[in-house]
Structure formats: C-alpha cells, structure tokens
C-alpha cells in the first residue's frame, strides 16, 4: 500500500492537511475518515482504521479538521458546523481527483459530524460510526467545569488530553443549534453503528439511541472489551474488518480498474471472467447476479483478495457434494442436520502425475450407521465429483477483442 499527502481548501478558505492511503490493487471504494474531537489525521484511530481498511482493498482519505494537526486555521475559531463544512470540502476534493467518497466513516465527535454531513455528499453510498454521540453537544462533557466560564465569559482555555484549548462560546452554542436525532432519520444510507459497551467518554446509550432513530438498514456491532479511542490495535483491526465487509456490500465495484463488459449475449448457466493488465492478477467473476474476484496469493505476486483458481474447483466439489446430501437426506427424509465439507487440492504423492482433491466430510444429526454410510456413497455420485474423475474435454474460441 502507498500513502500521499493532499493538501485542500476548507469551507473557512485555510488550507488543511489530508492523506490519502491507497491499497496495492484496484480499490474497492473510498472513504473519508472524520477524526474525533481535538484528534487529528495521526490519532491512533485514524491510522490504525485507515490502514486496516486500505489493507482490505479500500483507498481512505483523513485530514485533520481546522485548527489541528497540519491544517491552518485557529481551533478557537472552529465550531462543529465548521468541521461539517470541511468534510464536505474534503470530499468535494477527492471528486475532483476521481476518488468521490463512496463510504464516510467517523470517530467519536467525527461520527456525529459525518451523520450530519452525509445528506450534502450525493456520492456517499453508507456511513459508518465509531463511539458516536447522539447529540453534537455531548462533547461539552469533557470540560463540563469550565462551561460556566465559557458561557459567561465568552471563552475559557481548558485541558483536553493534557493539552490546553481555547473554548469559545460560538462554539458550544453552535453545538446546541444541531439536531443529529432528525439528521439520522432523513440519512437514506445504510447506517453501521460500532460502539464498546464500556464505553466511558461517550456511554453505549448513544449509540441506542441513534439505532432508534436511524431507519433501515441500520446495524449495530458491539466493540466488546475496546476503550473510546481504540488504544488496543487489535480493536481498530476488528472495527475495520467489519466496517469493510458491511460496506462492500454497498460501494459495488465502481473504483476497480477491471473493466467491465456488457453481459447481455451471455448464454444462462455461463459465467463471465474479466482482468485487465493495469489491474494486476485479480480477475472479476460474473455467475448470473452474483460478483467476486479470483486471485493469487500474495506469495505468488497476487493481492490475496479473493479464492485462486483451484480454490475455486474445490469449492465447487465442496458445494455440490453438500447440496447432493441435502437432497437426498431430504428425499429420504432422514434426519441429517447439517453438513459440513472441507476440499483441498494437491499432487499425488506416488508419482504419478494426477491432481488430487482431498474431502472430508462431517455429517450431523441422529443418523444410524446405515444412513451414514449410504451418504457417504452418495457423495460420490455429485455430478462434480463424476466430472473430476471422468475428466472433461475443453473447447476454445476467440470471439475477438476490442482493438482489434
């Protein structure tokens, strides 16, 4: 993976700091990433999420708000309108470089801001959070005993994370103005709340109640054991791996480098294969509806990013010797309950030059040892298992190619 810094114009007209972490291969989508309050682009969080996520196949743009880290500004002068503001800016940006944001995800106080900022960003597809409040102005907790002097006073300097900030009055007044409740019920984006239900800077309540009022589809996954900033790498590696499984269920495939092909003169109970030399080795794999990748693994060059071809024959010798059984039990009205069956690919080893496909099958449920047995019979009659062993003639054709 490779990381660049892009500097970009905030709403205020200061120039911020971002980086852009992109992964090896053709990417999955983009994000923005929103740091919490006070953080910046360099937080454990930031970065630990950032590089999970590009580490799964996603390019992830993080800058530091106004005011902080490497961007200019004053963060007396910025409020929570402000930030929103600013990733709209940022995002408007990663457009203009061909990355439009497909997939915001945001931290803490940065959560509350992307679920506001999501509605001004047409290209966003989902949104994530991570220790989110359910209202802007939770944060004010943080320094709760010097709000009195803030409000009376206009501003007061307080101690956040051992370092002092100055507070001004238009900023928690712009707090108190948001209402994040009505925000998240007119989201119309698929929603994934992530929260530690020991949560003490931001408490699990939170993350209830945006649950509540969020609409469908809306998920909620528990970061069991995990602090609010995700100290333990083992916490921000689990965040990741579940914010990009759930997002790629939405982001689609737009951003990879395969091109894509129109399908329309493809016969049914055929399958497509596509790759592109500037995509690397990762094939894209066609089955009616149905998308994946093909790969090689990483030790031949390969990104890891999907099953390699021999994979993919066992798991076609996996899934229909399990469909068989189910079948037949069925047929039989036995009472098989499950089934469970592992395939590998090797070479014999007597020397014979002949591949060889090694299954083993777990069948549960009362079965009697007659049923088992018959079963296990069965198994070897799935018309996968019958191709394998009989062989299978190839015929090839060239349908030519488009710059021919």
Same mark, same amino acid.
């Given at each position: 993976?490779?990381?660049?810094?892009?500097?970009?114009?905030?709403?205020? *007209?200061?120039?911020?700091?971002?980086?852009?972490?992109?992964?090896? *291969?053709?990417?999955?989508?983009?994000?923005?990433?929103?740091?919490?309050?006070?953080?910046? =682009?360099?937080?454990?969080?930031?970065?630990?999420?950032? =590089?999970?996520?590009?580490?799964?196949?996603? @390019?992830?743009?993080?800058?530091?708000?106004? @005011?902080?880290?490497?961007?200019?500004?004053? /963060?007396?002068?910025?409020?929570?309108?402000?930030?929103?503001?600013?990733?709209?800016?940022?995002?408007?940006?990663?457009?203009?470089?061909?990355?439009?944001?497909?997939?915001?995800?945001?931290?803490?106080?940065?959560?509350?801001?992307?679920?506001?900022?999501?509605?001004?960003?047409?290209?966003?597809?989902?949104?994530?959070?991570?220790?989110?409040?359910?209202?802007?102005?939770?944060?004010?907790?943080?320094?709760?005993?010097?709000?009195?002097?803030?409000?009376?006073? @206009?501003?007061?300097?307080?101690?956040?994370?051992?370092?002092? /900030?100055?507070?001004?009055?238009?900023?928690?007044?712009?707090?108190?103005?948001?209402?994040?409740?009505? =925000?998240?019920?007119?989201?119309?984006?698929?929603?994934?709340?992530?929260?530690?239900?020991?949560?003490?800077?931001?408490?699990?309540?939170?993350?209830?109640?945006?649950?509540?009022?969020?609409?469908?589809?809306?998920?909620?996954?528990?970061?069991? *054991?995990?602090?609010?900033?995700?100290?333990?790498?083992?916490?921000?590696?689990?965040?990741?791996?579940?914010?990009?499984?759930?997002?790629?269920?939405?982001?689609?495939?737009?951003?990879?480098?395969?091109?894509?092909?129109?399908?329309?003169?493809?016969?049914?109970?055929?399958?497509?294969?596509?790759?592109?030399?500037?995509?690397?080795?990762?094939?894209?794999?066609?089955?009616?509806?149905?998308? /994946?990748?093909?790969?090689?693994?990483?030790?031949?060059?390969?990104?890891?990013?999907?099953?390699?071809?021999?994979?993919?024959?066992?798991?076609?010798?996996?899934?229909?010797?399990?469909?068989?059984?189910?079948?037949?039990?069925?047929? =039989?009205?036995?009472?098989?309950?499950?089934?469970?069956?592992?395939?590998?690919?090797?070479?014999?080893?007597?020397?014979?030059?002949?591949?060889?496909?090694?299954?083993?099958?777990?069948?549960?449920?009362?079965?009697?040892?007659?049923?088992?047995?018959?079963?296990?019979?069965?198994?070897?009659?799935?018309?996968?298992?019958?191709?394998?062993?009989?062989?299978?003639?190839?015929?090839?054709?060239?349908?030519?190619?488009?710059?021919?």
């Amino acid at each position: 993976m490779s990381s660049e810094q892009i500097d970009f114009i905030g709403a205020t *007209g200061h120039t911020l700091s971002g980086r852009l972490d992109l992964p090896d *291969g053709p990417a999955h989508g983009y994000a923005l990433f929103a740091h919490c309050f006070t953080c910046t =682009k360099n937080s454990l969080a930031a970065v630990r999420i950032a =590089k999970a996520l590009t580490a799964r196949g996603f @390019g992830v743009f993080r800058f530091d708000f106004t @005011g902080l880290g490497d961007s200019g500004g004053d /963060f007396s002068d910025a409020t929570f309108s402000g930030d929103v503001f600013d990733l709209v800016a940022a995002a408007e940006h990663m457009s203009r470089l061909g990355h439009a944001p497909k997939l915001l995800v945001g931290h803490s106080l940065g959560g509350a801001a992307v679920l506001a900022a999501a509605a001004d960003i047409p290209s966003v597809a989902a949104v994530a959070v991570i220790g989110a409040p359910f209202e802007a102005d939770h944060v004010t907790a943080l320094f709760e005993g010097d709000l009195g002097a803030i409000l009376s006073c @206009g501003e007061a300097t307080v101690n956040l994370g051992g370092r002092p /900030f100055t507070i001004r009055r238009s900023f928690v007044e712009d707090l108190r103005s948001h209402d994040l409740g009505s =925000k998240i019920s007119e989201l119309r984006r698929p929603l994934l709340i992530l929260h530690a239900p020991r949560d003490q800077t931001v408490g699990i309540e939170n993350a209830a109640s945006i649950f509540q009022a969020a609409r469908h589809p809306k998920s909620f996954v528990s970061l069991d *054991g995990a602090d609010h900033l995700l100290t333990d790498a083992k916490d921000a590696d689990y965040a990741a791996d579940v914010i990009a499984a759930w997002a790629r269920r939405y982001l689609g495939d737009e951003e990879t480098t395969v091109e894509q092909s129109g399908n329309d003169d493809v016969p049914a109970g055929y399958v497509v294969v596509e790759g592109a030399k500037d995509a690397g080795f990762p094939v894209r794999i066609t089955a009616g509806h149905t998308h /994946f990748y093909s790969d090689e693994p990483v030790a031949n060059g390969g990104l890891g990013s999907g099953p390699t071809p021999h994979e993919l024959v066992s798991a076609g010798l996996g899934a229909c010797t399990a469909l068989t059984l189910r079948l037949y039990a069925e047929r =039989k009205q036995w009472p098989l309950e499950g089934v469970r069956v592992v395939v590998g690919h090797t070479k014999r080893q007597d020397g014979t030059p002949t591949d060889l496909f090694v299954r083993d099958i777990r069948l549960d449920g009362p079965l009697d040892a007659t049923q088992r047995d018959r079963l296990l019979e069965i198994a070897g009659r799935c018309p996968v298992h019958r191709l394998l062993e009989a062989g299978a003639a190839v015929q090839t054709h060239s349908s030519g190619g488009k710059n021919e």
